[in-house]
C-alpha cells in the first residue's frame, strides 16, 4: 500500500531564504505527484503537478522535482517570503486502473517565515 | 471561474440526527471524491466517483454513503452521525483521463457532531 511522508513536519525560517520540502513514496509505479497548499481554515490549492513521465515543474519561486525510482520529491521555495506561510501537502495519484483520481497525501510541512 | 462548491461550510449537529453535505463542480469533471481530515491522521478518502451512477469506497467509509445521479453533483450523506464524523471533509473533482490537470478541491466543510 502506497505510503507519503513529509519531512519536516514543520519549519520556521526568515524572510528571504531558500528552503526544500521534501516528499518520499514508497510505491513508484505513480500516475501523478501534486503538492498543495492549505491556509488555516481553508482548501486545498493546487501548486505543481508533476506528471510520473516529467523530472521537474517550475511556477514562480516554485520549482518541484520528481524522482520516480527512488519514490522522492521535493519542493524548493526561492526567496521565501511571510506570504508563503501555510501548510504544504504532498499527493500521489496511483497508475492502478481507476485509481488516478485517487489521492494518497502526506500529513503535510507546516511552514513559518518570519519577517 | 472554475469551481468546486460546498455547503454548508460549517455545521453544529447531534448525534443520530441525518445530515447532507453538498457538492458541486462546473468544470464537467467525471471524477469526484470526499475526503475527510484530521490532525495527526491527515487527509484520508471517504468515497470516490468516477462518472454518474459509480461510486466506491475508499479508505474510510464507514458511516458515509453518497450518490452520483447528475455528473456535477457529489452528495455525502451522514445517516446517523456520530462524534467520531466530527472532521474537516473536502470535495474535489479531476478528469483522470488527463494527467497534466491537477485536482480542484472545494474549501471545506466543518462538521461538528456532539
Known amino acids: 500500500k502506497q505510503e507519503v511522508t513529509q519531512i519536516p513536519a514543520a519549519l520556521s525560517v526568515p524572510e528571504g531564504e531558500n528552503l526544500v520540502l521534501n516528499c518520499s513514496f514508497t510505491?513508484?509505479?505513480?500516475?501523478?505527484l501534486q503538492w498543495f497548499r492549505q491556509d488555516p481554515g481553508k482548501g486545498l490549492t493546487s501548486l505543481l503537478l508533476?506528471?510520473?513521465?516529467?523530472r521537474e515543474q517550475t511556477s514562480g519561486r516554485l520549482n518541484a522535482s520528481l524522482d520516480k525510482s527512488s519514490g522522492r520529491s521535493t519542493l524548493y521555495i526561492a526567496a521565501s517570503q511571510p506570504g508563503d506561510s501555510a501548510t504544504y501537502l504532498c499527493?500521489?495519484?496511483?497508475?492502478?486502473?481507476?485509481?488516478?483520481?485517487?489521492?494518497?497525501f502526506g500529513k503535510g510541512t507546516k511552514l513559518s517565515v518570519k519577517p | 471561474e472554475a469551481q468546486v462548491t460546498q455547503n454548508p461550510r460549517y455545521l453544529i449537529t447531534v448525534t443520530g440526527k441525518k445530515l447532507t453535505v453538498t457538492c458541486s463542480q462546473n468544470?464537467?469533471?467525471?471524477?469526484m471524491s470526499w475526503y475527510r481530515q484530521d490532525p495527526g491522521l491527515g487527509l484520508r478518502q471517504i468515497y470516490y466517483?468516477?462518472?454518474?451512477?459509480?461510486?466506491d469506497k475508499g479508505d474510510v467509509p464507514e458511516g458515509y454513503k453518497v450518490s452520483r445521479k447528475e455528473k456535477r453533483n457529489f452528495p455525502l450523506i451522514l445517516e446517523s452521525p456520530s462524534p467520531n464524523q466530527t472532521s474537516l471533509y473536502f470535495c474535489?473533482?479531476?478528469?483522470?483521463?488527463?494527467?497534466?490537470?491537477?485536482?480542484?478541491f472545494g474549501d471545506g466543510t466543518r462538521l461538528s457532531i456532539l
Open positions: 508533476i506528471q510520473s513521465s516529467q
Open positions: 468544470m464537467n469533471h467525471e471524477y
Open positions: 466517483s468516477m462518472n454518474v451512477e459509480v461510486t
Open positions: 510505491d513508484s509505479a505513480i500516475y501523478n
Open positions: 474535489a473533482s479531476s478528469s483522470p483521463g488527463q494527467p497534466n490537470q491537477p485536482q480542484h
Open positions: 499527493a500521489v495519484s496511483m497508475n492502478y486502473g481507476g485509481s488516478q483520481g485517487n489521492l494518497i
